[in-house]
């Protein structure tokens, strides 16, 4: 179906000129789990991901409560036709040369994937021996993770964060000129389901002389959505506005655990360090551009008297499409909530489009000094909060550094997190007229 007739049906012919027949709502698959209302994985969606399969890693591709097994498929030639070095991608075991490629090879995989998996299309017997359940397989991180970046992007957490620590004056004088970020530590991302060891480090009590070394005690969590860099870009070669989403693979969820008291001895005067690097976690399905094409909305509408953004980081196409419309939602379990048999209790619900810097805004910035990046680089919103308490994306904030502890359905309360206690990110993209799809979740649990 071409683009123009579905854009007809929802009713938006301009906005939605970019969409193609991948995100018609009437597809389904011959995977029955992936039609099931509320699946995070239908047709419409396609993320990769990289598992164990065998003795060795394959890419595979999320569909309902399956994975297609796409190394193996492509070795047995379901992928025939589109060019040696798809293919050769696909069987890399790791996402990074596929995520090299660009959009010229995206587009055309995904499309065949979807040919593969769709209801009536006649593939069925040939790519089901290389579909396995989900439950059975073991997610790796998608890629070799070169280098991590983390932005501090939400104007909402910045503020409230900055409120806790300088009432009088919350958000500093550069915010909303320059997308703020640290250098984070690559070698210890996780993926999803990885426990989570509770930390050691200095902090001071500000009533005592002297700091202590020791097991943090403000241990927390941060909503974050990662975004993984495509093609690469040559040092010295800034990448404009313009071609920024050309750079961008996918999306995953992101837990950027940090260990307040840590930070807040360590912050001044480089900005975080060791409360942040002993880990962070990543769900195992990477999103693409492509799956989120349906849910572009415009960037965040700047208050007025809001500085413009220099132009470098101004664009048109940005303003109008550069947000992205994610509901993201943090869950707890304790320990004594797992073993009374409780389901999670959720924290909050918030949402990537009140990012105050678009993905875009800062992956150009991120280049602006001629920095290169490299395909399967990480990069991170920051903390996503929304103006609403119920919004809050950590802990930090919801409890107002300690002060207003929450309480559990077992009658446990936490200012800060407990060893035992799960933390469960959770993703998903609605609108009318579109299947929703979803990112899966992000877990992890505080050993000990
Ligand atoms: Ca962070």
Redesign the pocket.
């Given at each position: 179906m071409p683009a123009g007739s579905l854009a007809v049906r929802s009713g938006h012919l301009e906005p939605f000129s970019f969409l193609d027949s991948s995100h018609d709502p009437q597809l389904s698959s011959w995977v029955e789990s992936a039609n099931r209302p509320g699946a995070d994985f239908p047709i419409q969606n396609l993320p990769f991901g990289v598992f164990r399969g065998g003795p060795s890693c394959a890419t595979g591709v999320a569909i309902g409560d399956r994975i297609l097994d796409l190394g193996r498929g492509a070795q047995a030639g379901l992928l025939e036709g589109l060019g040696a070095p798809a293919i050769a991608a696909c069987t890399a075991g790791v996402l990074n040369p596929l995520m090299a490629l660009g959009r010229k090879h995206w587009a055309p995989l995904r499309k065949r994937i979807g040919e593969l998996l769709r209801a009536g299309s006649g593939y069925q017997a040939a790519v089901e021996p290389f579909l396995l359940p989900m439950a059975e397989a073991v997610m790796l991180p998608p890629a070799i993770i070169g280098d991590y970046t983390?932005f501090y992007a939400s104007v909402h957490h910045a503020t409230n964060v900055g409120r806790l620590f300088r009432p009088g004056n919350p958000l500093l004088p550069n915010y909303k000129y320059v997308p703020i970020g640290y250098h984070g530590r690559a070698s210890s991302i996780v993926v999803s389901g990885t426990p989570v060891d509770r930390p050691s480090g200095q902090s001071k009590d500000p009533a005592a002389e002297a700091p202590v070394f020791g097991p943090t005690r403000s241990l927390d969590y941060?909503l974050?959505v990662g975004f993984f860099a495509g093609p690469g870009n040559a040092l010295g070669q800034p990448i404009p506005m313009a071609e920024a989403e050309q750079h961008i693979f996918g999306l995953c969820l992101l837990n950027?655990w940090?260990a307040r008291d840590m930070q807040s001895w360590e912050y001044q005067p480089l900005g975080p360090f060791l409360a942040?690097s002993f880990a962070t976690t990543i769900s195992p399905w990477i999103v693409t551009m492509e799956a989120l094409a349906p849910f572009r909305v415009p960037a965040f509408q700047r208050p007025d008297g809001d500085p413009e953004p220099l132009p470098y980081l101004n664009a048109a196409e940005d303003r109008e499409r550069g947000g992205i419309d994610v509901t993201l939602e943090v869950y707890i379990a304790s320990r004594q909530m797992r073993e009374a048999g409780l389901q999670p209790m959720r924290l909050s619900r918030g949402n990537l489009r009140n990012l105050y810097w678009t993905l875009a805004q800062l992956l150009t910035h991120h280049s602006s000094n001629g920095c290169n990046l490299q395909s399967g680089d990480l990069l991170?919103s920051?903390?996503v909060s929304g103006p609403s308490p119920e919004e809050r994306g950590c802990l930090l904030e919801l409890t107002q550094r300690g002060a207003e502890p929450i309480r559990l359905p077992t009658g446990e309360v936490r200012k800060f997190l407990e060893d035992g206690d799960e933390v469960i990110l959770r993703g998903y993209c609605e609108r009318d007229g579109f299947t929703r799809i979803g990112f899966g979740e992000c877990r992890g649990v505080v050993a000990g």
């Open positions: 983390d941060e974050e950027d940090s942040k991170a920051g903390t």
